[in-house]
């Protein structure tokens, strides 16, 4: 009999691990259970679908279930949900159509990604209040915005967004462009809590010039309402709202693995090797229901996105047919579109945290220009560079301007991976033309202040 390879979640880990493993050795048989009906979306384009720049949501699906079923040979089953692991028998209990079934494994891989957290507000199910994690969140909240929002409004109306991460930036930007009024809510600060003070300042103040009505350090406490959302409540005063949505994080989905005496980390996600595997044999876990190791501390981080999940489910596919592969580490390299900004970030950014790892963290910021002086176009670009004071490692960095931060940070990223010092990273080959970047690249500036620094 040929080795089975069970893996329970269809999107980013899951197909990744699938396809790589049926492509690497046709002979293994390959089974997707997953409990949606979608499979290999991008959840990551849903908030450019709400604002209207993708119009249609099949758009956002790479591989249909069909051509996985027909090209791939992927025994691919929809509608079918994993309640149970029984790693002693080495099976699983699945549930569809209101049927339940045992099915073996050789190799199992719990892909299940996270889910939003529902904060326990007062009137959290009334109509008109989302969380945007899945495909079906995003259809019924465009469906929501049109039918009771644009269509009665003609765009007059207001709504809120209750977290300033980056999926909370991105629906501003979304309700936006509709015309609509956008309250955001942020109880810490600053928003965009992982990309430093420094960028976060810059995109705030873009947002109010953008007519965002940005309110920091404002704790939600609840949503008002009769038969449907009409306002949010913090503790000094209640905001018009007709819809709301709350974007404050996202927590692993460990409780099926956990429930099978699969072993979770500090952060709650599923604690994995650098192969991917848990502390139960033949049982691996990748993508946001899983730690990675950090890049720069060496240590378990819980950074979910995107790249990180496609990469780990490749990696386990191809070790699964016999070629045993590394998930790679993580650096959280994130990029977030705000408006008319780009903001970016890498590594290891606040002080206590890399103190907390033993590192003396210093800092610089520089403002440079994302193209040559004289070429037009020209625009400012901020970049912040962190470095260890004992070493002259590189910790991390960040950047914001109106072009040339989301890429740009890759440089950092790549510096990150290679344990560069800031001398190191100050001496890259970069490339240079006017229509593109200063003959100093704006890195290579901020690595020469941050160098100087360092030696005076
Ligand atoms: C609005 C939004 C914007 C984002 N933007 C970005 C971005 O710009 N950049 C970036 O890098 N990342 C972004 N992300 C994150 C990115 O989408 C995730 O990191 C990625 O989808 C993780 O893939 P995954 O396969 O681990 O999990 P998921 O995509 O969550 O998939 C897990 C699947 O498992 C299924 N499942 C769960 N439990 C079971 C079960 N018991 N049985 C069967 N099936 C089950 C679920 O239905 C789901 O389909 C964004 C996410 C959202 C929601």
Redesign the pocket.
């Known amino acids: 009999m040929s080795h089975r390879f069970v893996v329970?979640?269809?999107?980013?880990?899951?197909?990744?691990a699938a396809s790589k493993a049926k492509r690497e050795n046709p002979d293994l048989d390959v089974v997707v259970?997953?409990?949606?009906e979608?499979?290999s979306?991008?959840?990551?384009?849903?908030?450019y679908f709400v604002k209207g720049d993708i119009p249609d949501i099949e758009d956002l699906v790479a591989v249909t279930p069909e051509a996985f079923r027909e090209k791939r040979n992927i025994d691919l089953r929809t509608g079918?949900?994993?309640?149970a692991i029984d790693t002693d028998e080495k099976t699983v209990t699945?549930e569809a159509g209101g049927e339940t079934t045992t099915e073996p494994y050789d190799t199992l891989l719990v892909?299940?990604?996270?889910?939003?957290i529902e904060p326990p507000f007062e009137g959290m199910d009334l109509p008109g209040v989302f969380t945007?994690?899945?495909m079906e969140s995003?259809e019924a909240l465009r469906g929501y915005l049109e039918r009771e929002v644009l269509a009665d409004d003609a765009g007059a109306g207001s709504v809120a967004v209750i977290g300033g991460g980056?999926?909370g930036v991105?629906?501003a930007e979304a309700f936006a462009e509709h015309g609509l009024t956008v309250h955001m809510f942020e109880m810490l600060p600053h928003i965009l809590q992982p990309f430093g003070e420094e960028v976060a300042e810059v995109v705030e103040e873009h947002l109010r010039e953008q007519g965002v009505e940005l309110h920091l350090d404002t704790r939600v406490e609840g949503f008002v309402g009769g038969e449907e959302l009409s306002g949010v409540e913090t503790e000094a005063e209640t905001y018009d709202a007709e819809l709301a949505v709350v974007?404050v994080g996202?927590a692993p989905?460990a409780e099926?693995a956990a429930e099978a005496g699969v072993e979770r980390g500090d952060s709650g996600a599923i604690a994995v090797d650098e192969y991917g595997r848990t502390n139960v044999s033949d049982v691996f876990a990748?993508?946001?229901?899983?730690e990675a190791t950090h890049t720069v501390t060496g240590s378990p981080d819980y950074v979910?996105?995107?790249?990180?999940?496609?990469r780990?489910?490749r990696a386990i596919g191809q070790t699964v047919t016999g070629d045993p592969t590394t998930v790679g580490e993580i650096a959280g390299t994130?990029?977030?579109k705000a408006f008319d900004l780009e903001a970016a970030r890498t590594g290891i950014l606040d002080e206590p945290r890399a103190k907390q790892h033993g590192f003396e963290p210093t800092k610089v910021t520089i403002t440079a220009s994302s193209r040559a002086h004289y070429y037009p176009g020209a625009k400012e670009l901020q970049v912040t560079l962190v470095a260890d004071q004992e070493t002259n490692r590189v910790l991390g960095a960040s950047m914001v301007g109106e072009e040339g931060a989301a890429k740009r940070i890759d440089t950092v990223a790549a510096a990150l991976d290679a344990e560069m010092t800031v001398d190191e990273l100050q001496n890259l080959d970069l490339a240079y033309a006017p229509p593109f970047s200063p003959t100093w690249d704006p890195v290579l500036t901020a690595a020469k202040v941050l160098a100087g620094k360092l030696g005076d």
Do not use: I, Q
Request: some cysteine.
């Open positions: 329970v979640g269809g999107d980013a880990a899951g197909m990744s259970f997953e409990k949606g979608w499979v979306y991008g959840a990551c384009g849903l908030p079918h949900e994993v309640t699945v892909a299940t990604g996270a889910r939003a945007l994690h899945s995003g980056y999926v991105e629906m974007g996202v989905n099926l990748a993508g946001d229901c899983a979910p996105l995107a790249l990180t999940a496609n780990a489910g994130a990029a977030v």
